[in-house]
């Protein structure tokens, strides 16, 4: 059972920049897809980002375009999410998910195809 730890939440201004840091407990082995979603106070959750451990290839949801960026060390294990530019509206708890041995490149934004997911961390932006 792989578990997915979040770390690097916080509080920062508006313009300011957090990194996230996701770390499998595991090396895991093959493709995987792993994203970043977020649930903000009374809205719904939101897939931020997601990446192919394999392809490397990247997806952003359009509100964060330009500002965040996923990325993926798989020798460590860990998948980042840097937050750049920030706004209050990135004020949230940020989870890391991830569905293993993934087959094709496109990683959907669907929640209910990640498997494992982390406690989240919480990211809060003044302004």
């Known amino acids: 059972q792989v578990q997915l730890v979040e770390s690097g939440g916080g509080s920062v201004q508006a313009g300011g920049s957090l990194r996230l840091s996701c770390v499998a407990s595991e090396y895991i082995y093959g493709s995987a897809c792993m994203a970043w979603f977020r649930r903000a106070p009374g809205k719904q959750r939101e897939g931020v980002a997601r990446?192919?451990?394999?392809?490397?290839?990247?997806w952003h949801v359009d509100s964060v375009k330009g500002r965040f960026t996923i990325t993926r060390d798989n020798a460590k294990n860990t998948m980042y999410l840097q937050m750049n530019s920030m706004i209050p509206e990135d004020t949230a708890m940020y989870y890391c998910a991830a569905a293993l041995q993934w087959r094709g490149d496109y990683c959907p934004e669907i929640a209910n195809v990640y498997r494992y997911w982390g406690q989240g961390t919480q990211v809060t932006v003044s302004s």
């Open positions: 990446i192919n451990t394999g392809s490397g290839s990247t």
